[in-house]
């Protein structure tokens, strides 16, 4: 049986970034709308963000890491440009991935 051809290989490499590129904008507006909200938060208001349980800390610690493995997803338009792979780009993602 032979390998999946350079086209097949490129397709699947386009599909990768832009699931990443989705999940980049996603995550990115997510912190930016908690980030938004911590700062302009009143005193008293009856609705604010709290770390008063540790669920909170556990949710910005899975976006930041999904935000870090989107960067990993992102560094395959290297391969699709350059149409090689790239041995340090290659350690770099597996690293994020």
Known sequence: M???SDFELR????FVVIASSVSALAVGG????IAYSAVTIQ???SRRWSTDTHIHY???NLMVSEL???VGGLLTIRWIVKD???????????LFI
Do not use: D, K, W
Not at 11 to 14: P, S
Not at 30 to 33: A, P
């Open 11 to 14: 397709v699947g490499m386009v």
């Open 43 to 45: 005193r008293n208001a």
């Open 84 to 94: 090689v792979s790239l041995p340090g780009v290659c350690e770099a993602l597996h």
């Open 58 to 60: 556990y949710f910005l």
């Open 30 to 33: 997510v912190l930016l709308y």
């Open 68 to 70: 870090i493995q989107t």
């Open 2 to 4: 032979s390998g999946p």
